[in-house]
């Protein structure tokens, strides 16, 4: 019987999904409260409304539940956060200083927050990005999430709470929708190659981005949670690497599959954002501390997003 009782905060979402369901099948689905600021109409079980700037509510869950372990999901992404700056910061950090003080405070043993490859900007080396170089993100997502891991680092340094990080590169899968990111077009592409054999991209064809498969960044994300505390040497957030590729060799891999589908391109603002991201990135510390690997590459991923997909249209 799992002694740990798990909280994810934004469990509706993209991430949350999944994880709520990998985490009940480890953990017993009694142990894992789902919450978010709205109900959806299948919820998953238990699950209470919890909107992470109420710092109050927050905490009558996490007594409520005696949680030990808080995944902090919440947040706005690339795009959307650029439509709405303040907010976007307001979220962002003050959810974390919500989560991190309950840590400080004994209330709970340990803290996964995601950080992301926005953390990286113009001035970064692109290629085979390493954990550690030069930071200067341009977008406030990115802002947000450079300094939500040096909160988390400080946190550890200064108060001994045990967070752990990960610098998703984008998600990729079929269970449940992107919300606003700059990556979600390799989402969206499978969907309209089984609708319509044809999609309009927003970046243009030559943008190379870190992209990984769901289940991959779900493994990841629990092997690194359950990772005896002193293989977590990092505190701030793992690079970790999966598939890198750009809208023409996505479309590539499609048509093995969907052989009259077609790609054409009208880049918008999102393109400023891709084109400040790293194109491919080096995960030698996730690898050396604690043994991640990957294990999907871009046509396994595609023939499953599509045989699943081609399911539900
Ligand atoms: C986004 O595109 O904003 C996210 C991310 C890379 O963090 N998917």
Redesign the pocket.
């Known amino acids: 019987m799992s002694t740990e009782r798990i909280l994810i905060i934004g469990s509706n979402g993209q991430i949350g999904l999944e994880l709520a369901e990998s985490l009940r099948i480890n953990y017993g689905s009694e142990n894992v409260i789902c919450s978010d600021v709205r109900q959806m109409e299948h919820q998953i079980m238990p699950f209470e409304t919890l909107d992470v700037l109420d710092q109050n509510s927050l905490l009558a869950i996490v007594k409520k539940y005696n949680i030990t372990q808080v995944y902090l999901l919440a947040a706005l992404?690339?795009?959307t956060a650029e439509k709405n700056p303040k907010f976007a910061w307001q979220l962002n950090m003050d959810g974390l200083f919500h989560v991190l003080d309950l840590a400080k405070e004994g209330l709970i043993k340990k803290v996964y927050w995601p950080s992301?490859?926005?953390v990286f900007g113009p001035s970064t080396p692109r290629l085979n990005t390493p954990q550690y170089t030069v930071m200067e993100p341009n977008t406030i997502?990115g802002i947000s999430k450079q300094a939500g891991e040096r909160y988390c680092e400080y946190y550890h340094q200064k108060y001994g709470v045990d967070v752990r990080s990960i610098r998703?590169?984008?998600?990729i899968g079929w269970k449940s929708a992107?919300g606003?990111?700059?990556?979600?077009y390799a989402v969206h592409i499978y969907h309209e190659a089984l609708k319509q054999q044809s999609y309009n991209c927003f970046l243009s064809a030559e943008t190379s981005l870190p992209m990984m498969y769901m289940p991959d960044a779900i493994r990841a994300t629990i092997e690194l949670m359950e990772s005896p505390a002193e293989k977590v040497k990092i505190r701030s957030s793992y690079n970790v690497s999966g598939i890198s590729f750009n809208p023409e060799e996505i479309a590539a891999s499609i048509r093995k599959f969907i052989p009259n589908f077609t790609i054409s391109y009208t880049p918008d603002f999102r393109q400023a954002i891709a084109d400040s991201w790293p194109q491919s990135i080096n995960d030698q510390e996730a690898r050396e501390h604690w043994g991640w690997k990957p294990e999907f590459d871009l046509d396994a991923m595609t023939k499953v997003m599509l045989d699943n997909l081609g399911k539900q249209v």
């Not at 998703?168 to 998600?171: A, F, H, R, V």
């Not at 606003?180 to 979600?184: A, I, L, R, Y």
Request: negative net charge.
């Open positions: 992404l690339s795009a992301s490859i926005a997502y998703y590169p984008g998600l992107p606003g990111g700059t990556t979600d």
